[in-house]
């Protein structure tokens, strides 16, 4: 249970806690410093199970998705809060692994490390996310939760926690990456200079492999993220698709034009295509992210 005199404990950043347990999760070693931090005595620890440290605040998902990947044979690291025998806690990095002889997990071994205050801070947001939706959800349901979070972000597990543990955001889901107003930029570049060679006379633009530009590419390439389901999407599918569509209409007007002021008016429509093409990906970025905020 949270108690409102529940205080932190803040380990030293030369102290390396370390335990071991059999392939229960039963305690066998712990080191003077687990001892130390956690408030028992080694009697006190050998022998029971690793939970005896566990706090209210950890969504069970973490604990799944490390013994799913330490009886895996692999090692994980993760962010954990941890319970003292006083009721106090204290935050760890945790890497976990397991100790295999003639390909049995014989031990499991675990060092930890003490973790900045913006990770806490971090982790701290996204456990409590966790543990709301494991109170209506599966365990399973809730991995999958998990799982769709860092798709979001275009992370791996792996990737998550280093990026946390290098102090860097991992609030932002990946949709907020995208630099609309550079994008935009490079669009109408791309498109007056293609326009304004043409006008001046050169014939050998070849447009439709000039077209395809990068913006082409990075839609593609976030097809299968979450925030395209937004409605709004397909408006960005639309408009893309528009503005290119028009494209050789352009080129041969343009090619046509006699004139600066002539030419400068095709570029005006492009721009005026080009922006509501642009608005309808601010569109979709901005109501997911209001949507999925953390
Ligand atoms: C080597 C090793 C170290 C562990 N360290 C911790 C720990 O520091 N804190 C913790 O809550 N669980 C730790 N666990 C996970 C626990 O075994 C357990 O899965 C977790 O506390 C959840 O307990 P529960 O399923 O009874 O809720 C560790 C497991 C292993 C194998």
Redesign the pocket.
Known sequence: MNTIEEKEIVFNEHDLIV???DRK?KITYANDIFCKIAGYSHEELIGK???I???SD?P?VV?KL??DT?LGGKPISAF?K?RTKEGNYYW?K?Y?APIISNGEIIR???Y?RPISSFVKQEISKLYKVLSEHEKSNSLDETFEFMLHFLKERNLSYEQFIDRLALNRSISSPDALNIDVDSYYIDHMIFKTNILRSIALGKKDIKVTESCCCNFGKKLKSLEDMPFTLHPSWRKVHHYHNHVHSLMGDYVERAAKSATKDELNGILLEVEKDTLKLFSALRDVIDNYVEERSL
Do not use: Y
Request: glycine residues 4%; without cysteine.
């Open positions: 335990s071991m347990t999760g199970p690793h939970s440290v566990r706090h950890m069970r604990f490390l013994w330490v954990v941890n760890v945790a976990v499991i071994i675990s930890r």
